[in-house]
């Protein structure tokens, strides 16, 4: 299964969305899906260009209403497997109601959030994942906030699948994607994905040097929700790995009576002049 097509990316040489482009392609051949069985849904940002360059379904929607779409999309067609994706202005700022409920709902489909800690696009301002003092061209006396946390807001949810990466670790970003495309449930993936443009403080070797792997912690359990949370705040939100994964909790769908007996898009949903009279009466 070949999930390149041949619209060549316009990022900047060496955006880490490059190498979560090619870590999704990856893991979608991995788990043995074709391209027709896959829907990829984007917001606005440079990240949200992705929608347009995988050989899938795409729909590049508008700023930060990717999860809505996506989760419309797989609640009437439960048979495609459905990636959102999009930057972390995208997902945390204007997109960040969508975000939480997104996650408490626990729809069977994943999120990756390319995370620049900046809006890229716009051509570099402080985002909600900026740093406290960060200093851009919008908050030139440093960023006053302190920066939102992705993965406590997660775990503090409900999520039952919460992952990070970093785009330099294809291998291991390709094996997180796998596994959260195979849960069952809302699978949450935050990447950092540095803008190489117009951010020059977190940087590939700023990240190299303070990330973790999860894998490294002698006894790390990522069944143990206290402990996922525990390990997040204490190494400040710079690890890599599955995070945490609840694997008994149902999916928004299995908790739904017959949804799956008829998906949407394949119910008859052609109605009478008189049936549809009659429905008018209802609301009149
Ligand atoms: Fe990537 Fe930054 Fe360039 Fe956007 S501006 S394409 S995020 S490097």
């Not at 999120?111 to 030139?140: C, E, W």
């Not at 796998?178 to 590939?204: A, L, M, Q, R």
Request: negative net charge.
């Amino acid at each position: 299964k070949d999930f390149r097509n041949s619209v060549k990316p316009n990022w900047c040489p060496g955006c880490g969305d490059f190498s979560v482009q090619a870590a999704i392609q990856r893991a979608a051949a991995n788990v043995g899906i074709e391209p027709h069985e896959l829907a990829v849904v984007a917001g606005i940002g440079c990240s949200g260009r992705i929608a347009g360059y995988i050989n899938s379904y795409g729909f590049h929607g508008i700023h930060g209403r990717a999860l809505p779409l996506a989760q419309g999309l797989k609640m009437a067609n439960r048979d495609l497997n459905v990636i959102a994706s999009g930057g972390d202005g995208d997902g945390f700022a204007i997109g960040m109601g969508h975000t939480v409920h997104a996650i408490r709902r626990n729809v069977d489909m994943t999120y990756v959030v390319m995370d620049n800690q900046i809006y890229g696009l716009t051509k570099g301002q402080t985002s909600p994942r900026s740093a406290q003092g960060f200093i851009t061209k919008s908050t030139p006396g440093g960023a006053i906030e302190p920066s939102l946390k992705p993965l406590e807001v997660a775990l503090s949810s409900g999520a039952t699948f919460v992952a990070q990466g970093f785009s330099t670790d294809i291998k291991e970003l390709t094996a997180l994607i796998e596994e959260g495309i195979n849960h069952k449930g809302f699978s949450f993936i935050n990447v950092f994905s540095p803008c190489v443009t117009y951010n020059k403080v977190n940087t590939y070797d700023w990240f190299k040097e303070h990330l973790t792997k999860l894998g490294d912690i002698e006894g790390y359990d990522a069944s143990d929700r206290d402990l996922a949370m525990r390990t997040v705040m204490e190494k400040e939100g710079l690890v890599t790995g599955i995070i945490y994964q609840d694997k008994e909790t149902p999916s928004y769908q299995e908790k739904l009576n017959g949804y799956a007996e008829t998906p949407l898009v394949d119910a008859d949903l052609s109605l009478s002049e008189a049936e549809f009279g009659e429905l008018v009466k209802e609301f009149m």
